[in-house]
C-alpha cells in the first residue's frame, strides 16, 4: 500500500503563494519520480510538475517561471512552492510518485481529497 498525503492548500488572492506539501509513505521504495497532478472544476486533471529520476523536472507551460516542486528524499515528502498564483490556478491538487514504470494515483480509481487552492480576491 502506499499513501500519499497533500497539505498546504487554501484560498490565497492574485499574485499571492503558497507552498503544497505531499508526504509518502508505505511501499514506495521502487520511487523513481514524482509529480503534481490538479484538476479545476469542469476540467480534466491536468500534471503540473514532476521531477523525474530525482533530478530532472518538468512543468506545465501555464506554471513555467511560477511553480517549483522540489523534494526532500530523506523525509519522502515533496513540496510545490505556487508564486503569483491567478484565479486560473484553481484546482485541487494531487501529489502522485511513480513506482516504477508506473504512476500511482494514475492507476487508481480513486484520487482521496487532495488539497484545495482556490485564488480568488
Known amino acids: 500500500q502506499v499513501q500519499l498525503v497533500e497539505s498546504g492548500g487554501g484560498l490565497v488572492q492574485p499574485g499571492g503563494s503558497l507552498r503544497l506539501s505531499c508526504a509518502a509513505s508505505?511501499?514506495?521504495?521502487?520511487?523513481?519520480?514524482v509529480a503534481w497532478r490538479r484538476q479545476a472544476p469542469g476540467s480534466q486533471r491536468e500534471l503540473v510538475a514532476a521531477?523525474?529520476?530525482?533530478?530532472?523536472?518538468t512543468y506545465a507551460d501555464s506554471v513555467k517561471g511560477r511553480f517549483t516542486i522540489s523534494k526532500d528524499n530523506a523525509k519522502n515528502t515533496w513540496y510545490l512552492q505556487m508564486n503569483n498564483l491567478t484565479p486560473d490556478d484553481t484546482a485541487v491538487y494531487y501529489c502522485?510518485?511513480?513506482?516504477?514504470?508506473?504512476?500511482?494515483?494514475?492507476?487508481?480509481?480513486?484520487w482521496g481529497q487532495g488539497t484545495q487552492v482556490t485564488v480568488s480576491s
Open positions: 502522485d510518485i511513480r513506482l516504477g514504470s508506473v504512476w500511482y494515483r494514475l492507476s487508481t480509481t480513486t
Open positions: 521531477i523525474i529520476g530525482g533530478t530532472k523536472t
Open positions: 508505505g511501499r514506495i521504495f521502487s520511487m523513481s519520480a
